[in-house]
């Protein structure tokens, strides 16, 4: 299947800074990449779609301001959390769709774990 | 709106046991169905999808599913399970008229086999 990345896999920041995550698709481009939040013991909670050349379209309870998303080219997506605090602290995580018409898949990345102190 | 639904939150087997994880899905239209793994400390990993043809699929690992469109479900089964196959399994559905938009994820059933 196809490769994800996301860097960093591990982020540790503290309260009021911004920190970026950034989520690669290594071996085909994707127009479409997704971020979500997954809490602990919890299925994945989508964030915000990410598209190639637009902004990004957020999920409700989202703030858009917080978590900016950049989808600079097919291959890449960045999502920087600013003035973080405490309660941003959460396993985040990328996928980005492949895609042949009516079929496609999305293929997830490893994650980064961002802690707030 | 679509949603997924998955019967058991935990599940818990011995080694060389039978494994059935439920999942039904809500959506008035054709679909595309996946399943995928998440192992301790790994990241998603897709296990098998289905678009159309066969309702019976293969996967990785030994795994199958069978999409049943009467029942609304796609069911990932196991003929006999190893303590590698602990994790946590996620049922995702993507109706097809919704194509451009986001897959519908159930909210998992974690699996854990005794060696």
């Known amino acids: 299947g196809a490769v994800v990345s996301q860097h960093p896999s591990r982020v540790i920041c503290k309260s009021g800074t911004s920190v970026k995550i950034e989520c690669r698709s290594l071996?085909?481009?994707?127009?479409?990449m997704f971020w979500y939040r997954q809490f602990p013991k919890k299925s994945l909670m989508l964030m915000a779609t990410s598209n190639e050349g637009s902004k990004a379209t957020y999920e409700q309870g989202v703030e858009k301001d917080k978590f900016l998303i950049n989808h600079a080219s097919l291959t890449l997506s960045t999502l920087t959390v600013t003035s973080a605090h405490p309660e941003d602290s959460s396993f985040y995580i990328c996928?980005?769709?492949?895609?042949?018409?009516?079929?496609?898949?999305?293929?997830f990345g490893p994650g980064t774990r961002l802690l707030v102190l | 709106a679509q949603s997924v639904s998955q019967h058991n939150h935990h599940v818990i087997l011995s080694e060389a046991a039978s494994l059935e994880l439920g999942c039904n899905y809500s959506y008035g239209g054709t679909v595309n169905l996946f399943w995928y793994v998440q192992y301790p400390g790994q990241h998603l990993q897709l296990l098998l999808k289905y678009f159309s043809g066969d309702p019976l699929v293969k996967g990785i690992k030994g795994f199958e599913a069978e999409f049943i469109k009467s029942k609304f479900s796609f069911n990932l089964r196991k003929p006999s399970v190893q303590w590698s196959d602990t994790a946590e399994y996620f049922c995702?559905?993507?109706?097809?008229?919704?194509?451009?938009?986001?897959?519908?994820f159930g909210p998992g059933t974690r699996l854990s086999v005794l060696p």
């Open positions: 071996d085909f481009q994707a127009t479409t």
């Open positions: 996928s980005a769709r492949e895609a042949s018409g009516a079929r496609e898949t999305q293929y």
């Open positions: 995702a559905v993507n109706g097809r008229r919704n194509y451009g938009q986001n897959f519908v």
